[in-house]
């Protein structure tokens, strides 16, 4: 299913492309890639929530990383990386309504992930495979942090991502995610 998912994903650009085959070798050289327990790299699955709109993401604070981020989480052995994003989603800001604008993966990216202490234990340095969903919901809906991952979920004004993402390889990825739905929204 993810296997299927990643190959017919089409790259928007060399770092997707390149991404991609890093993907594919991570599901062909390892059995546990899709668990915590590859301490290389494991794979997750991320939404980027739109309002009605499309002005502003909801974003939560995320405690290990100091920076307002997108929502989601590690896959921990699921492939249905869809059904993974909309349940992190829900968990990390009680939002109950979602609607995926497409069903497709939207992003691609292997992302850096430095060491850092969770739950009292050291996790070494590692990558994610993210694969990223792009998602709306109604901006007025009662949202609520999960105090032990983040301490704030907000809805952020699109063109101030800056302002609260301190995680500057992010930014590039929101932007990328950003383009792409300026797309969906022309054709």
């Known amino acids: 299913m ?6 017919n994903y089409q ?9 991609k085959k890093v993907m594919l070798k991570y599901l062909d050289t390892f059995d546990d890639c899709l668990t915590r327990k590859n301490e ?6 991320s939404s ?12 939560a604070y995320h405690n290990i ?14 492939e249905d990386t869809l059904k993974v994003a ?8 009680s939002i109950k309504n979602l609607k995926l604008l497409t ?12 060491g850092h202490i969770k739950n009292q234990k050291y996790v070494t340095p590692h990558v994610h495979l993210n694969v990223t969903y792009l998602f709306e919901a109604n901006d007025k809906e009662e949202i609520h942090e999960k105090i032990d991952e983040n301490s704030s979920v907000k809805w952020i004004p699109l063109d101030k991502l800056d302002k609260y993402v301190t995680e500057e390889n992010m930014l590039p ?3 990328k995610i950003i383009k792409k739905l300026e797309d969906l929204g022309n054709n």
């Open 2 to 7: 993810l296997r299927s998912l990643i190959e």
């Open 11 to 19: 790259p928007i650009n060399m770092q997707e492309e390149q991404d």
């Open 40 to 45: 290389f790299g494991h794979f997750t699955s």
């Open 48 to 59: 980027f929530v739109v309002n009605q709109n499309h002005t502003k993401v909801l974003m």
């Open 65 to 78: 990383y100091k920076s307002y981020s997108w929502l989601g989480g590690h896959v921990d052995g699921c």
């Open 86 to 93: 909309i349940k992190e989603t829900k968990e990390e800001t």
């Open 103 to 114: 069903p497709e993966i939207v992003t691609l990216d292997v992302i850096e992930v430095c």
């Open 173 to 175: 990825i929101y932007k």
